[in-house]
């Protein structure tokens, strides 16, 4: 079992991943340019321009208004993709299977990170269990979602803590990453493929367009 | 996902109710389906797809802020309740569902797109209520106040069936009156190769007549070589393009923008409307497939701002007392002339008091969206 994952399987996930992000990507934009007005009203300096004052926590009015949801998303986010990276049990299996290797965080680190974004799960399941907007606009997928992206974390964080059966848990922890994977080109998770475009797209229509800002 | 409670007092029109009872099924379907597969394209299809559903957009919306938070006014929510549901149901939903989308993108929302400039991802919520209005007007779903507008642009080329005759005799009348002002002041009509071509909104000769007669006074103290068109066409408003008819939009836009080169002026100089500049400036020449006006447009606020600045006209004395200005969305958020107007503002009052949020963060009036008018 525990071959089958961490081999076809994983092979399987992360061509999904890169075939399926490329596919939505093109897909994307062929129907922007169907579009016509996407691309001339396009500007590279006004897309940098929005994506410094959104990627930069506190770089724009609503950020500030907002202190600790941003800390929270910042912390999240970036955990969220960092720690996979830097783990140093995810660059071995790397380095067994094809000779490569990066630099690592510490154990400790990684699992403070971990840690962090298992909370900002719980947060994200908070609001949408309580903020009336968010509640309004919630259905099963985006509790599914937020499933998808808590449990690699919250298995590989058990996995690590030898907690129960190390091998199972690690089988299901390699499994949960894989769902993630597969999942992030063809669900909402694309958020994370779009949010550069359409930031772009946003601060060139306000910036290079109309002559204002997004921030 | 359930539909958004929304307690609202009944409100009659009878060209939604005339609507509502002979739209059928069919015919509603194939708008939808129409609209969304030839006039929309990635953009839509991104944004739907992108929005992670965090109701970060509500804080933006003056129309949630100012009913007590009410959820269903959130921006997200106006999504929700109608193009995430033409969309799962590939355009099958009945006549009720097309007359609530057309009160909340027609009434309860005035495309000011703040809260595009609130959600994390720059999502165009405002863009995507336009797209919701298109299909309203394709299905005569509009309010009958905002479609009378629309007949009026249509049939006359100006919003408020304003006569050819009667518009020629009032620009002569208020021509005499700017000579009240400045005796040697003229309101020259169609006056080929002149710099400016100055123009106005429909409500401006039916009931601000007196604007003219100032323009009039104003441009002669200027020294600057302007005309005004005598002929359909100097009309710059534009309620089709509110209420999704866009192709009364593009007949009114391109008339404009071809009279002002009929006269061969080097520019054209508009008066103070917001959605009129929006209109002439970005949404019709978007449609025609324009990537800016074939003459440049200047909005009155530059204008004025180059002409006091410049030292052309002067102000001879400020208004009185504690003076504040509300951002006009369109020009300010959306066309980010908020320190000119600012400018002007300090020129011409003794006291001016900001407002806050100010400039690009203002709060729409709420007037924008065309279902209330000047
Ligand atoms: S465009 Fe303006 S009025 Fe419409 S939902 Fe957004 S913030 Fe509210
Ligand atoms: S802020 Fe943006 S992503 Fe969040 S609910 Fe509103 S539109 Fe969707």
């Known amino acids: 079992m525990y071959e089958l994952v961490r081999g076809p399987l994983a092979w399987a996930a992360f061509i999904i991943f890169i075939a399926g992000s490329l596919y939505r990507i093109i897909y994307m934009l062929a129907g922007c340019k169907k579009e016509k007005i996407v691309f001339p009203h396009m500007s590279l300096k006004h897309s940098l321009a929005s994506l410094v004052h959104w990627v930069i926590p506190f770089n724009n009015q609503y950020m500030k208004q907002r202190p600790a949801f941003t800390i929270v998303t910042f912390a999240f986010h970036i955990c969220l993709v960092v720690t996979p990276i830097f783990l140093l049990a995810h660059i071995i299996l790397w380095d067994e299977s094809w000779n490569i290797s990066w630099w690592s965080m510490s154990d400790t680190i990684a699992d403070y990170m971990t840690i962090i974004v298992i909370a900002g799960c719980i947060f994200f399941l908070y609001r949408r269990l309580t903020d009336p907007v968010v509640k309004n606009v919630t259905d099963a997928s985006d509790y599914l979602l937020l499933a998808i992206t808590a449990l690699p974390f919250i298995t590989g964080f058990i996995a690590y803590h030898q907690w129960f059966d190390y091998k199972t848990m690690l089988i299901i922890h390699i499994l949960a990453g894989e769902i993630m994977l597969i999942a992030i080109p063809f669900t909402r998770l694309s958020h994370m493929l779009f949010f550069v475009f359409t930031r772009a797209y946003f601060g060139s229509e306000q910036g290079h367009v109309k002559h204002s800002k997004d921030w | ?79 929700k309740d109608t193009i995430w549901v033409m969309l799962k149901n590939k355009g099958a939903v009945d006549a009720a569902f097309i007359k609530r989308c057309a009160e909340i993108a027609y009434t309860e929302c005035n495309l000011c797109r703040r809260c595009g400039m609130y959600c994390p991802f720059g999502i165009d919520i405002a863009y995507m209520l336009l797209v919701v209005r298109r299909i309203c007007a394709k299905l005569d779903m509009v309010p009958l106040y905002l479609q009378d507008t629309v007949h009026s642009h249509a049939a006359t080329m100006n919003q408020m069936w304003v006569k050819p005759d009667e518009w020629i005799d009032t620009l002569q009348w208020q021509e005499e009156e700017g000579q009240g002002y400045v005796p040697s002041a003229r309101l020259p009509l169609e006056k080929e190769g002149a710099e400016i071509m100055y123009s106005v909104i429909g409500p401006e000769p039916k009931f601000l007549a007196q604007l003219l007669g100032n323009i009039t006074a104003i441009m002669k103290v200027a020294g600057l070589d302007w005309t005004m068109p005598a002929t359909a066409g100097w009309d710059n408003s534009n309620m089709a393009m509110y209420s999704g008819d866009f192709e009364v939009m593009a007949r009114v836009e391109r008339l404009h923008h071809e009279t002002a080169q009929r006269l061969k002026v080097k520019k054209i100089v508009m008066g103070e409307c917001g959605h009129a500049f929006r209109g002439a400036e970005y949404d019709g020449p978007t449609w025609m497939g324009w990537m800016k006006p074939p003459i440049p447009i200047v909005h009155a606020i530059s204008f004025y701002y180059d002409l006091i600045k410049s030292g052309r006209i002067k102000i001879a004395k400020k208004a009185e007392g504690p003076i504040t200005v509300q951002d006009p969305c369109n020009v300010i958020r959306n066309g980010g002339l908020g320190d000119k107007l600012r400018y002007i503002m300090n020129a011409v009052c003794a006291e001016f008091v900001d407002v806050t949020p100010n400039k690009r963060h203002n709060y729409c009036c709420n007037e924008g969206g065309g279902v209330i008018n000047c």
């Not at chain 2, 929304?6 to 009872?21: G, H, I, L, S, Y």
């Not at chain 2, 839509?44 to 009410?70: F, K, P």
């Open chain 2, 1 to 79: 996902m359930k539909p958004t409670i929304a307690k609202r007092e009944p409100v009659v029109d009878d060209a939604m109710d005339q609507t509502e009872a002979k739209l059928r099924p069919e015919q509603i379907q194939k708008v939808i389906n129409e609209v969304i597969d030839k006039e929309t394209g990635g953009r839509l299809w991104t944004y739907v797809n992108t929005c992670i559903h965090c109701g970060l957009c509500a804080e933006a919306c003056q129309w949630y802020l100012s009913n007590d938070r009410d959820v269903s006014y959130a921006p997200v929510t106006k999504i």
